[in-house]
C-alpha cells in the first residue's frame, strides 16, 4: 500500500503540471490572436492611406490628359502608378470615348482590362476634376496579398 501513494503523488503532480502548461498555453495563444487582430486591423488602415493617397495622386495627375483627351498621356500616368505592384488595376473613363483599363496577371504583368475587376481588393473611385468640373472617373484597386503575406510570416 506504501508504494502506491507515491505513484498516486506523482501522477497528481504530472496532471497539475500538465494542466498549468495548458492553461499557460491557452493565455499566451489568446494574446498572439488579440496581436495579430490588432496588427491586420493597423495594417488594413495603412493600406486605406496608401490606396487613398494614391486614388488622390492619381486624379490630379490625369486631370490634364482627360481635359486633353491625350490616352497615351492618360495611359503613362497610369502605368506610372502601377510601377507599385500593391497597384492591381486602375481604370479611368473620360469624356470622348476615353477609356483606359489596366490590370495585372499571376506574374504581376500589366496588360489592358476587359470586364469589371472583382476579388479581395482595396477599392477606392474618385472623379477626375477639372476647374472643379467632373471630366472622369478613376477607379483603383489595390491588391491585399502583401499584407495577407506579411501577417502570415509573421505567424510562422
Known sequence: MMSAIPALQSSL???IILALVMIVTLILGAF???EYQLDRAAMMVE???LSEEKVTRLSENLSLPLWEIEEDWAEDVILTEMIDP???AVSVVGEG??????????????FDAVGEVSG?????????LRDGERIGTLKLC????YMQAELRNWLL
Not at 97 to 110: F, M, P, T
Open 13 to 15: 503532480k504530472t496532471k
Open 32 to 34: 498572439k490572436l488579440y
Open 47 to 49: 493600406l486605406n492611406q
Open 86 to 88: 500593391r497597384v492591381y
Open 97 to 110: 470615348d476615353l477609356s483606359i483599363a489596366k490590370v495585372r496577371d499571376v506574374h504581376g504583368q500589366i
Open 120 to 128: 479581395d481588393y482595396v477599392v477606392q473611385e474618385r472623379h477626375v
Open 142 to 145: 489595390v491588391t491585399k496579398a
